[in-house]
C-alpha cells in the first residue's frame, strides 16, 4: 500500500448473526423478516440470503418507494466528516468501493465544483487543506484527486457562474441510480431464495410475552386485501422514516427507533442549469449549502438540492 492510499482502521470483531440464527432455525418458515423494500431493506434481504438464511422481505408499496428512490443518488465519500470523524470518511469511501464492484453498471461520476468568490478568498487556501486530505481517502473509491481552478479555467467549465470569482475547487464523487440498485439487490436476494412481497403491508409483528422475542409477522397483500402470517426468528426494521411507527407493530415505544429529521429539497428542472455538480451557498441563508447538480441519468433535466446544517435544538425528538 503506497503513502497515500489510507490504512484499514482496526475492526470490531464482528458476531455472525447467521451462527445465532441457526439454532432452532427449523421451527420457522423464515430466519429474517425484513420490513421495507429501500435499499436497506433489499440489501440486508440480499445479505442475509447470501449468508444462507431464509428471508422474506415486505414492501407496502413498490421497490424504492421511499427515500430510496427520491433521493439526490450520490454515494457519499464523507466528505463533510474529514476533520471531525476521518473514520466516517474512510468507511464512506470504501463503502463506495464495494457499490462500485458490486454494480458497476449503475454507477456516473459526479464532478463537484466548488466556486469562491473573492470577498471569501480566504476559503479557497482552506478547502484546498481539507480536499487535499480528502485525496488519500481518493482510490478507496477509485477517485480522482481534486484540482485548483483560475477564474478563466472556472468559467471555461461552467460559463453561467456569477460573482467574482477567484478560483474554485474541484472533486470527484459518485452518483447511483437508487431504483435500480434497489431492484436490483431484490432480484438477487429472490434468485437465491429469499421471497420477496411488494404491495404488502406489515400490520402486525408477534412478540414473545415473556422474552420479548419475535415469533411472526402479519401483512396484508393490497391487491387481494388478504391477510397472511410468517414465522419468523428476527425481524429487520427497514421501513425507513417509518421507522417508529413499524416498532409500534412490535408494541415496542416508538422511541426505540427515533428517526431525527433533516431538511432536505429538491427542484427538478426541465432542462440542463449546468455542466458540473456546485457547491455554493444559496444566496439569503448562509447556514445553508446549496448543490446544483448536473443530470444523473439523462442530459435533459436538472435537480438543485440543499441541505440544512441546521439540528433540531431538542435532541430525541422526531
Ligand atoms: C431529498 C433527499 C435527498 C437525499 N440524497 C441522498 C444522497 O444523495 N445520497 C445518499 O446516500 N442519501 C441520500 N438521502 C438519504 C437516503 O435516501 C436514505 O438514507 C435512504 O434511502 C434510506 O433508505 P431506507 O431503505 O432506510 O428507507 P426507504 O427508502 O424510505 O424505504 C423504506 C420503505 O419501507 C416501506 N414501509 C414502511 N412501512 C412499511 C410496512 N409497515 N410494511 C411494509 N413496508 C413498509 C416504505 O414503503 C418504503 O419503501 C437523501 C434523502 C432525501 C430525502
Known amino acids: 500500500m503506497g503513502k497515500d492510499t489510507v490504512s484499514p482502521s482496526k475492526r470490531k470483531p464482528q458476531t455472525r448473526p ?12 423464515v430466519d ?3 420490513i421495507g423494500g429501500g435499499v436497506n431493506g433489499t440489501g440486508v434481504a440480499r445479505d442475509a440470503t447470501m449468508r444462507g ?49 458490486i454494480a458497476p453498471h449503475l454507477l456516473f461520476r459526479i464532478p463537484f465544483i466548488v466556486p469562491v468568490e473573492r470577498e471569501r478568498k480566504i476559503w479557497l487556501r482552506l478547502i484546498d487543506a481539507g480536499l487535499e486530505a480528502y485525496d488519500k481517502f481518493q482510490p478507496l ?26 478560483g474554485a475547487l474541484t472533486f470527484d464523487e459518485w452518483g447511483i441510480d437508487g431504483p435500480r440498485l434497489c431492484t436490483a439487490n431484490a432480484v438477487d436476494a429472490e434468485e437465491r431464495g429469499a421471497k420477496i412481497r411488494v404491495g404488502c403491508t406489515v400490520e402486525q409483528i ?9 415469533r411472526a409477522v402479519r401483512y396484508r397483500d393490497r391487491r387481494t386485501d388478504q391477510a397472511g402470517r410468517i414465522t419468523t426468528r428476527a425481524v429487520v426494521n427497514a421501513s425507513g422514516a417509518w421507522a417508529p411507527i413499524t416498532a409500534s407493530l412490535g408494541a415496542l415505544p416508538a422511541q426505540r427507533a427515533r428517526v431525527r429529521p433533516g431538511k432536505g429539497i429538491h427542484i427538478v428542472y426541465d432542462r440542463r442549469l449546468c455542466n458540473y455538480a456546485i457547491m455554493a451557498r444559496a444566496a439569503s441563508t448562509p447556514p ?14 436538472a435537480v438543485t438540492s440543499t441541505t440544512s446544517s441546521r439540528r433540531p435544538k431538542r435532541s430525541g425528538t422526531w
Not at 206 to 214: L, Y
Not at 288 to 301: E, F, Q
Open 141 to 166: 473509491k477509485r477517485g480522482k484527486p481534486h484540482t485548483l481552478l483560475d477564474p478563466y479555467e472556472v468559467r471555461q467549465l461552467e460559463p453561467g457562474l456569477a460573482g467574482d470569482l477567484v
Open 32 to 34: 429474517v423478516v425484513v
Open 206 to 214: 408477534e412478540r414473545d410475552e415473556k422474552t420479548g422475542a419475535v
Open 288 to 301: 445553508a449549502t446549496s448543490g446544483c447538480r448536473s443530470s444523473r441519468t439523462s442530459s435533459t433535466i
Open 53 to 101: 438464511l431464509r428471508v422474506a422481505l415486505f414492501e407496502r408499496n413498490d421497490l424504492a418507494f421511499g427515500a430510496s428512490g427520491n433521493n439526490s443518488g450520490m454515494i457519499h465519500g464523507g466528505l463533510r466528516y474529514i476533520r471531525n470523524d476521518p473514520e466516517v470518511t474512510e468507511t464512506s469511501c470504501r463503502d463506495s468501493g464495494h457499490i462500485q464492484r
Open 18 to 29: 447467521e451462527r445465532r440464527l441457526a439454532v432452532g432455525a427449523d421451527q420457522t418458515e
